[in-house]
Every structure is written in C-alpha cells, then in structure tokens.
C-alpha cells in the first residue's frame, strides 16, 4: 500500500511558477512510477505527464517545455515543476503510482494510488 500527498498548489499570476510535491509513504517508492494528471471543472481529468523509476519523463503536449517532472528516491517524493502558467492550466492536480509493468502512462486506470489532489489557479 502507497499513500500519497500532494502539496505546493496556490494562486499565481499568468506567467508565474509553482512548483508541486507528490510525497509517498508506506512502501518502497523508487520502483514506482509516477504520473500527473488534473483536472479543471466540468472536464475529465487528463494525463499532464510522468516519470518511471529511470527517471525517463513524458509529457502531454500542452505542457512539453513548461512543465518538469522529477523525483527524489531518498525522500519518496516526485516533483512538479510548472513554470509560464497559463490560465487554462487552472485544475487540481493529482499524482498517482503504480509498479505494475507493461502499463499506459496515459490511462487513469493504470495507477493503484492516488493523492487527494492540490488545486492551483492561475489568474489572467
């Protein structure tokens, strides 16, 4: 069992930067991969990006060059970096794992675990 908590979101101005924190607990994290998605009101929540164990990263293509996934094994937490926001990045973001092989990064349904999300808005 994997818990995860997501924290870092808040309101920013267009342009600005934040930068989110996934923190798991209860197993082993490095073997894990993450992914995060968000979700806006009145919309399904959509894949923004993730990062295998390897540290390989991919991103949806509306946030390729702004946004940065990492990860820091020693302290079980992976990291959202998110610089030039834009307004339609206003969502609640959630992190989510998985350790399972052979799985779609892209699909919600491949991850177990899920935080609780963190909203963050982005003002024009």
């Known amino acids: 069992q994997v818990q995860l908590v997501e924290s870092g979101g808040g309101l920013v101005q267009a342009g600005g930067s934040l930068r989110l924190s996934c923190a798991a607990s209860?197993?082993?994290?490095?073997?894990?991969?993450v992914g995060w998605f968000r979700q806006a009101p009145g919309k399904e929540r959509e894949f923004v990006g993730a990062i295998r164990w390897t540290g390989t990263t991919y991103y949806v293509g509306s946030v390729k060059g702004r946004f940065t996934i990492s990860r820091d094994n020693a302290k079980n937490t992976v990291y959202l970096q998110m610089n030039s926001l834009k307004p339609e990045d206003t969502a609640v973001y959630y992190c989510?794992?998985?350790?399972?092989?052979?799985?779609?990064?892209?699909?919600?349904?491949?991850?177990?675990?899920w935080g609780q999300g963190t909203q963050v808005t982005v003002s024009s």
């Open positions: 209860g197993r082993t994290f490095s073997s894990y991969f």
């Open positions: 989510a794992a998985d350790s399972r092989y052979g799985r779609t990064l892209e699909a919600r349904s491949t991850y177990a675990y």
